[in-house]
DNA sequence: CCGATATAAATGCAGTTGCATCTATATAGA
DNA sequence: TCTATATAGATGCAACTGCATTTATATCGG
């Protein structure tokens, strides 16, 4: 009975679809607009200073991200050659790295939260109250997949 | 004051990125292990269904889909190739053109539908009732962009 | 009617993504 | 221990995207 989906689904799948990707593309403009990277950028340097000095490997970064392996390996490629992230070779796993963010990198991560932010709040937060903030978020947690309890 | 965005905008934010992209994703997948087109495919196919036999112009479908205009030409050249589309001089603006569905198309649409479909209805319609998919609708409709009245 | 500007659509080129594969190391099992 | 398999990460190549520009036609102002 998951066969035909509802009128109900489908408006709410388009509506989704289609406004993720309006959002979406008015924050990389911001962004672009004032010369900075791509939110993928921010995303990968905003796990990394979660992580603290420590570190992420590549594939925790894969997991938390949800980049392809391929593009997060290109990706720390460009950060590192643009000095925001730093490799280290890991003792107990010759296969592996760490990856590290430099002082310039958080730097540019402040930099891009500066215009991200505001995206954000203007976006999101400036057109709904925070109790539908709240409904909207606990609605969208329960299509996460695999599906988490709230 | 929309300057920095509230932990409840940025959560819903977080969500709303992190749960399209990953539907998509699945969606996508679906697809392509039916060996069909990507979605984007559909999209076309879709409002060229709808339009009927008198088509559509490239900048209506740029309209209706968001994609971009370089984006809809090189789309609906591959779509013509595969015999999908059919694109008509237009008498009354000859820098235009209508473009067509065809019976192909049409059968390819509705394979894809079989497919996409299905993924819609297990996303979406099997884990909230049509009560809550309506709340996200409305929800989702008040930040599209330009924001238009519900 | 004519030149300037605007709109429709296509395209060359550079950068990015996706796929498949490859290299290197680690782990498991005989 | 030695081989087989699994995991971490990088990469060659083809397809796709984004940007800027180009071509062609339409419209507007004088």
Redesign the pocket.
């Known amino acids: 009975m998951t066969e035909n989906p509802s009128p109900a689904a489908i408006k709410a799948w388009a509506r989704l679809m289609r406004v993720s990707r309006q959002l979406l593309e008015r924050a990389e403009d911001a962004l ?1 607009d004032a010369g900075l990277p ?1 939110l ?1 950028w921010y995303d990968v340097l905003h796990e990394l200073a979660e992580a603290g000095e420590g570190g992420l ?4 970064l ?1 997991e938390r991200t949800l ?12 950060l590192e050659a643009d000095g925001l992230v730093e ?1 280290l070779r ?1 003792a ?8 590290r963010i430099t002082g310039k990198g958080r730097e540019m991560r402040r930099r891009m939260w500066a215009v991200y932010g505001r995206s954000i709040a203007e976006l999101v937060g400036a057109r709904l109250s925070n109790n539908d903030l709240e409904t909207l978020s606990a609605l969208l947690g329960r299509l996460r997949h695999p599906a988490m309890p709230e």
């Not at 490997?57 to 925790?60: A, N």
């Not at 107990?92 to 990856?99: A, F, K, L, S």
Request: no cysteine.
């Open positions: 672009k791509p993928a490997r590549p594939f925790q894969i980049f392809a392996q391929y593009n997060v390996s290109r990706l720390l490629a460009r490799k890991v107990d796993d010759g296969r592996g790295q760490t990856v």
